[in-house]
């Protein structure tokens, strides 16, 4: 049974830093790519960052290419997200997913979400 | 930047068809994913690969994908098939980067 738990979400003011985790288990975590979407309030998924399997291929979404940074641990089967100068638009429902595969196809199995609120 | 275009709303009876779809340029090239999200829950994979369902899905739900355009179809759609559906695929011109669609609303009444 595929299982992904996010932690590390709350409260933080703009400009200032956060990371996410997720650890996952259940699954063999080192051979399957990852990704990281979010939520906000109210509206829609956004795609925001994917990682392969090996760590070697990162890709991120427009509105956080240079501020936010994927990273992942196989040893320790966790996945990272980590979120620096953040604004009041990144405030969201973070999930952790996996890949159906490896590479970057689409997203298979979700977590269940942290929230993240970026306000003064 | 590229887009997937869903409508905001459908809506039918129990029983009844429902037809979601979702618009992009690059969908002939692109596989089209589809998402069920029922309220405060996280999402849940119905499709893959245009037209390949999970295991669990129940065989009401399909996907099908003809020129810029994917479809979800839930035949005979039941009361608790209400939830939004997203579609999802991958950037035209950045083959590596994710997009939703906009998402639509799906009531069964």
């Known amino acids: 049974q595929v299982q992904l738990v996010e932690s590390g979400g709350g409260v933080v003011q703009p400009r200032r830093s956060l990371r996410l985790s997720c650890a996952a288990s259940?699954?063999?975590?080192?051979?399957?790519?990852m990704h990281w979407v979010r939520q906000a309030p109210g509206q829609g998924l956004e795609w925001v960052a994917v990682?392969?399997?090996?760590?070697?291929?990162?890709y991120y979404a427009d509105s956080v290419k240079g501020r936010f940074t994927i990273s992942r641990d196989n040893s320790k089967s966790t996945l990272y997200l980590q979120m620096n100068s953040l604004r009041t638009e990144d405030s969201a429902v973070y999930y952790c997913?996996?890949?159906?595969?490896?590479?970057?196809?689409?997203?298979?199995?979700w977590g269940q979400g942290t929230l993240v609120t970026v306000s003064s | 930047s590229y887009e997937l275009t869903q409508p905001p709303s459908v809506s039918v009876s129990p029983g009844q068809t429902a037809r979601i779809t979702c618009s992009g340029d690059?969908?002939?090239?692109?596989?089209a994913y589809w998402y069920q999200q029922k309220s405060g829950q996280a999402p849940v994979l119905v499709i893959y690969?245009?037209?390949k369902r999970p295991s669990g899905i129940p065989e009401r739900f399909s996907g099908s994908s003809s020129g810029t355009m994917a479809t979800l179809t839930i035949s005979g759609a039941q009361v608790e098939d209400e939830a939004d559906y997203y579609c999802?695929?991958?950037?035209?011109?950045?083959?590596?980067?994710?997009?939703f669609g906009g998402g639509t609303k799906l009531t069964v009444l």
């Open positions: 690969e245009d037209s």
């Open positions: 990682i392969s399997y090996d760590a070697t291929n990162k």
């Open positions: 690059a969908l002939p090239k692109k596989y």
């Open positions: 259940g699954f063999t975590f080192s051979i399957y790519a």
């Open positions: 999802y695929s991958r950037d035209s011109s950045d083959n590596h980067k994710g997009v």
């Open positions: 997913a996996r890949d159906l595969y490896g590479g970057n196809s689409g997203v298979e199995s």
